[in-house]
């Protein structure tokens, strides 16, 4: 079984400040990591994605993600952080062999106050 | 850049209802997905397929059908609708395993 937990629902911050979504997942092999974000009223965009290697990957608009093994995490950052980053993040586990299949967190709404 | 589009993106149906969602990408991707969107819950996986002619039950699959007629067009067919399915519809195509999923921009269905 596979599973992830955003364990922020809603994360509040001010312009300027460093911004850090946690995610932690479950699963028993190598997982593939991602993460999309969701602005208001719109669909999901990718950002970026972990699969093998450096374990610090960059992706669009400034964001990266930190994969750490030891602790089951992959957690998104930026910095410094722009009131246009509002919106729903998403990180999203594809297990290996389950023809990529995705399993999503309940997804971290941030509110980046100007 | 890839894309995905779904039809219709507004659909209001009354309690035991039929519903066709359409998805068409025109990315040549094999990989075509169906999520249901619901606060609290994330997304969540209701099929998939690899290409024409297959389909694959993802992880809430009750009360909803799909078909797959030709590599661009995935359906999701609720024949009798509950407003238990009333929620914000996604489809996304891929080009397989560890590869970018695209989303298109979603079909909200409101049950009565």
């Known amino acids: 079984a596979q599973s992830v937990d955003q364990p922020d629902a809603h994360v509040t911050l001010s312009e300027g400040a460093s911004l850090e979504l946690r995610c932690s997942y479950s699963?028993?092999?190598?997982?593939?990591l991602f993460w999309y974000v969701q602005y208001p009223g719109q669909s999901l965009q990718f950002l970026l994605k972990y699969i093998t290697g450096d374990t610090v990957v960059k992706g669009t608009k400034g964001f990266e993600a930190e994969f750490r093994k030891s602790n089951s995490s992959f957690n998104l950052k930026k910095s410094p952080a722009h009131w246009s980053d509002s919106a729903k993040y998403f990180c999203a586990l594809e297990g290996q062999g389950t023809g990529s299949k995705l399993s999503f967190g309940k997804g971290a709404k941030l509110t980046v106050s100007p | 850049e890839a894309a995905v589009t779904q039809s219709p993106r507004n659909k209001v149906t009354v309690t035991g209802g039929n519903v066709t969602l359409s998805c068409r990408q025109t990315n040549s991707h094999n990989y075509m997905y169906w999520y249901r969107q619901d606060t609290g819950h994330g997304l969540r996986l209701i099929h998939y397929?690899?290409?024409?002619?297959?389909?694959q039950i993802g992880d809430v699959p009750d009360g909803y059908k799909a078909t797959r007629t030709t590599q661009e067009d995935f359906f999701l067919l609720l024949e009798l609708a509950s407003p238990s399915q009333t929620s914000l519809y996604f489809c996304?195509?891929?080009?397989?395993?560890?590869?970018?999923?695209?989303f298109g921009p979603g079909t909200r269905l409101l049950v009565l």
């Open positions: 699963y028993s092999a190598a997982p593939y």
């Open positions: 397929s690899y290409g024409a002619g297959n389909l």
């Open positions: 996304a195509s891929s080009g397989g395993a560890q590869d970018t999923q695209y």
